[in-house]
């Protein structure tokens, strides 16, 4: 049997240079193996990236009557402990990675531009990740309704694409806690409502916040999901006709002011005069300027008993896996002409050397060490 590509989903990354994310992987979450053998779809995984085939022929159709509500759902694996340190994120107050996980589906249009092409995109590549910050909630939980005008509500959770009421029920009496069992369901996101009050909606999963990074869900359309889908979210239209769709994650990378420490460890260098300067070609992105300005700081700094001249960035950089990407060159010349110009190959900022900024105290500084 031949197979064709029915979407694929890829994690994008600005710390890989716009490629693929290689620190992160996707896997079939809870109940997800058993839709695509349902359906003779096969899975396949690369570092970043993931995609499901189609058969190309089947005698039994089963694309045409594809009627599912459940989306394809893929647990985002984190391989990488300095993933959350060079990645702009932003978990605001939803809470730490003990309780919660970063989810992404394709349930709005969100076409943008992004690392040089339109992409079908998963996240607003505009805003931080807060939106996507989810709590994760066991099979089995208590919620006790915190407004006195709930009580004697029912407390119902919806599927978040139709609405549907797939589980409710209310409290025994005034004030008690209502004990939700969600046990029937598949993992996934899922809203509550109480009343005409709409709850924070929450990830449902058998496993641990702490046991997952993020996740992904996918809806390929067909006779129940279409009419709630935008066609461009679409694998398969209600006629049940598949069109190959590619799903994006975009990441950004941290920015952080770098600083370097510039230590002659023969003591024989005096940098006190001299200026540093970064030059970008083909910026990566609209707010970086192409000259970047380090400030030489007035008074040296001591390092393990030598002198260090430390010169600062004065616009944010984005951390690099490799600054290749940002085709970075930094200069070092006396302050008066440029007589003794020397344009160094300086080590680029590593997500391991973060620190407040002493300069800018709600910033993250990269804190850079050269000995020349």
């Known amino acids: 049997m031949s197979y064709s590509t029915l979407f694929r989903v890829e994690c994008l990354h600005g710390y890989f240079g716009g490629g693929l ?58 391989n990488d402990p300095l993933l959350e340190s060079y990645t702009d994120l932003d978990r605001g107050a939803a809470g730490g990675p003990a309780d919660t996980l970063f989810h992404f589906d394709n349930a709005i249009d969100r076409q943008g531009e992004v690392f040089g092409a339109t992409r079908q995109l998963l996240n607003d590549s505009s805003t931080h990740l807060t939106d996507a910050v989810l709590p994760v909630m066991p ?3 208590d919620y006790l309704p915190k ?37 029937g369901l598949l993992e996934g996101r899922y809203n509550r409502t109480m009343g005409k009050i709409n709850l924070k909606p ?37 006629a049940g006709t598949a069109t190959q769709r590619t799903f994006t994650l975009a990441l950004e990378s941290r920015k952080t002011y770098w600083r370097y420490y510039m230590i002659d460890p023969a003591g024989k260098q005096d940098f006190g005069s001299y200026e540093l300067t970064g030059t970008l070609r083909n910026p ?43 085709h970075l060159t930094l200069t070092l010349r006396p302050a008066k002409g440029k007589r003794g110009e020397r344009t160094l190959a300086l080590p680029f900022a590593q997500a391991s050397g973060l620190v407040r900024s002493p300069s ?10 050269v000995y020349v």
């Open 202 to 238: 929450f990830y449902f999963s058998k496993r641990p916040a702490a046991q997952q990074w993020g996740a992904v869900s996918i809806y390929i359309g067909g006779q129940r999901q279409s009419p709630y889908l935008p066609v461009p979210c679409q694998s398969i239209d209600l």
């Open 147 to 183: 407004d006195s005008a709930a009580s004697g509500q029912s407390l119902e959770v919806r599927d978040p694409l139709s609405g549907q009421i797939v589980w409710q029920d209310s409290a025994s009496a005034p004030s008690a806690p209502i004990r939700v069992d969600l046990n």
């Open 21 to 78: 994310c290689q620190s992160l992987s996707l896997h079939p979450a809870g109940g997800c193996e058993a839709l695509l053998a349902r359906y003779q779809l096969l899975f396949r995984s690369n570092p970043g990236c993931c995609t499901v085939y189609a058969p190309s022929q089947s005698p039994l159709d089963l694309l045409r009557r594809f009627d599912e509500t459940v989306p394809f759902t893929f647990s985002l694996k984190n």
């Open 284 to 326: 990566p992105s609209r707010n970086l300027p192409p000259e970047i300005e380090f400030l030489r700081m007035a008074e040296p700094a001591t390092v393990d008993g030598r002198t260090a001249w430390v010169f600062e960035a004065q616009t944010p950089l984005p951390l690099l896996h490799s600054p290749s990407s940002l």
């Open 360 to 369: 800018q105290p709600q910033s993250w500084c990269s804190e850079v060490f």
């Open 139 to 141: 099979p089995v939980f």
